[in-house]
């Protein structure tokens, strides 16, 4: 077996350029295009390019775009202040804090004061409180990315069993929730598993979609999977590479090669889940934008 390649590069160039036609459409008809600002604290510089792409993204769409970059030995006080100035801000439709911020502040406070109405990345209290209910108007960008991959792909995910290997509030509880709400694109049997989980091999075996965002370069090979499985690879992770000019390559938890051998539908890295991250953050800021002028 050999794997098709679910192209998330691909489809994210398809959400793009149906949002940029939805945002000339509203700009032609008298509203100023949506506005999203980022707020980046720190020089990782991961987080840097992630920012840098998000700006093209904005662009490409039609919309505006602000980052707000704050040095590392930023203040708890500052970082607040920003937000809520932002929050006052009439001209501001979306607002994504770029994490991991400085470890003086307060993440999870940062993310609590932000307004939920321009929460363009859903990971607010409150925007999870209505995830958990099932009716997130701007669900968390990566997971609600993960299941428009699987949707455009005609990927079935009623009654599957899925597995993520992955807790975090970024992507495994809020995808879990996702793919096991009623409706299309969703209706699955989600089991999430990590670090504790025992004897994990056996359980990514029992997936027939296999999501995993450990951050441990290659360590899922080809009998952790189940025959036939789709796997999906959250996790990017640098690894030394001599026959690159950088001298290293960007990798996911799973060995790429031996898997394509096993399952039916993979992601690559990179080019499979990053892209479709930023193309659902335009769609939220979108949404955002419209919802703040009556328009749902």
């Known amino acids: ?81 920003v937000v809520r100035r ?70 079935d995910t009623q009654g599957a069993r899925v597995v993520i290997v992955n807790r975090s509030m970024l992507v495994g509880r809020p995808l879990a929730m996702l793919l096991s709400n009623r409706g299309a694109g969703a209706n699955a049997t989600v089991t999430i598993a990590h670090t504790g989980t025992r004897d994990l091999p056996a359980v990514m075996r029992e997936a027939e979609i296999l999501i995993t965002g450990m951050g441990q370069a290659g360590t899922v090979t080809a009998d952790m999977i189940r025959p036939g499985a789709v796997v999906v690879d959250v996790s990017v992770v640098r690894v030394p590479d001599a026959t690159r000019k950088t001298g290293t390559r960007l990798v996911g938890d799973v060995d790429f090669e031996a898997a394509c051998e096993v399952a039916s539908w993979i992601t690559p890295v990179p080019g499979g889940v990053g892209p479709m991250t930023i193309a659902m953050l335009m769609k939220n800021t979108l949404t955002a934008a419209r919802a703040r002028r009556g328009v749902r």
């Open 1 to 81: 077996m050999t794997a098709k390649i679910l192209d998330g590069t691909a489809i994210a160039a398809a959400v793009r350029a149906e949002v940029a036609a939805e945002v000339a459409r509203d700009v032609a008809g008298g509203h100023r295009p949506p506005h999203l600002t980022v707020v980046i604290a720190g020089d990782d510089p991961a987080s840097h390019v992630y920012v840098a792409g998000k700006a093209r993204a904005s662009a490409e769409t039609g919309m505006t775009n602000e980052t707000i970059a704050l040095p590392v030995d930023v203040t708890h006080a500052a970082v607040m202040d």
């Open 86 to 155: 932002l929050n006052a801000d009439d001209s501001v439709d979306g607002v994504l804090v770029q994490m991991p911020l400085p470890p003086q502040v307060d993440a999870q406070a940062v993310m609590s004061a932000l307004d939920p109405a321009k929460d363009a990345d859903g990971l607010s209290p409150y925007s999870l409180g209505r995830l958990l209910q099932g009716e997130a108007p701007m669900p968390p960008c990566t997971p609600s990315g993960i299941v428009e991959m699987l949707r455009r792909e005609g990927i």
